[in-house]
């Protein structure tokens, strides 16, 4: 079936569902981006990757900060 997103935006929202459980719930209920989820998958071990989503709530980091962090 045909859907109306280009490729590159499926790719990415598909990439979404790798993340833990608790950090795909921040994305969905919106406390976080999907840039910022997209930007946390890089991240291997989980414990570390919820406690930077955890500081990117609570002291608002824009995606890009994240990146450098």
Known sequence: ??????RPYIANMLRLLHLPKKIADMVKDGRLTSAHGRTLLAIKD???MLRLA???VKEKWSVRYLENH
């Open 46 to 48: 989980e414990q570390q």
């Open 1 to 6: 079936k045909q859907v109306s997103k280009p």
């Open 54 to 56: 955890k500081r990117v």
